[in-house]
């Protein structure tokens, strides 16, 4: 399990965006994330996501932006999980 985490790592680092365009992509295609372009790009200018001392941005960096910026939000109350539509009423 650790040696599986740290291969997954490793790869992560490997993976560079080069701009905020691909970071944005991989945000919103990979991680599912609703967020615009413009909004990646003003977090940028604002620090919030930090290029690598070489330039890019690591795939663990964004992984750790996204995750910060966006957490999963998950609501707890049980009467959200009760469907809102029609009852089901057995295929006819």
Do not use: C
């Amino acid at each position: 399990m650790v040696k599986a985490q740290q291969k997954i790592d490793k790869e992560q680092k490997k993976r560079v965006f080069e701009n905020a365009r691909q970071v944005w992509l991989f945000v919103t295609g990979e991680l599912g994330l609703r967020v615009s372009e413009n909004t990646v790009r003003n977090h940028i200018e604002a620090g919030k996501l930090r290029p690598r001392k070489g330039g890019g941005f690591s795939e663990k960096t964004v992984r750790s932006y996204a995750s910060n910026v966006w957490p999963k939000q998950v609501d707890q109350d049980p009467e959200k999980d009760t469907p809102t539509g029609p009852a089901d009423r057995g295929g006819h």
